[in-house]
Structures are given as structure tokens and as C-alpha cells.
């Protein structure tokens, strides 16, 4: 006895599975977990990528400062004399 066409399932095709309630239950509290999760990560990066910046820029403008200042003159050297020895 052969099948017909209809009768054959397709190789490769499952039939969709049905989920628990907790099984639905734990993905839906996965999903919000990650969520969250995905959410202060995103928040920290970003305070991270700010505070970076702010610290880049605060140390071209000290750059900036030290370059504009002229170089200090050079202190004059201290001439030691050697102690006189008292009689």
C-alpha cells in the first residue's frame, strides 16, 4: 500500500511544540531578565562613553594650557663655598 502525497509528511518538518505553562512562564521571565540586563549594560556603556569623553577633553585643554605657557627660565645653580674651618 503506497501513500499519496498528502498522507507524507515533509522530511525535515516537525510538528511546532505546544509549551508548558512554566515552561512559558520561564521563558517570558528570561526574556525580562535579558531585557533589564540589556538595559543597565546599555546605561553603563553609555556613562562610560560620556565620562571618557569628558576626560579627554579635560586633559587636551591641560595640554593645551601647559603648551601655551612659556618655558619657566631655568633656575640659576647655587654656588656651594666650601666651610671655612675655624681656628
Excluded: C, Y
Amino acid at each position: 500500500m503506497k501513500h499519496s502525497p498528502k498522507q507524507m509528511p515533509e522530511v525535515g518538518v516537525h510538528p511546532k511544540r505546544v509549551l508548558s505553562p512554566s515552561e512559558q512562564k520561564s521563558l517570558a521571565t528570561t526574556a525580562a531578565a535579558s531585557a533589564i540586563i540589556n538595559d543597565e549594560t546599555h546605561k553603563w556603556e553609555s556613562k562610560t562613553a560620556r565620562l571618557k569623553a569628558l576626560r579627554l577633553a579635560k586633559e587636551a585643554e591641560e595640554q593645551a594650557e601647559i603648551a601655551a605657557r612659556p618655558p619657566a627660565a631655568p633656575k640659576a645653580k647655587k654656588t656651594s663655598r666650601p666651610a671655612v674651618k675655624a681656628k
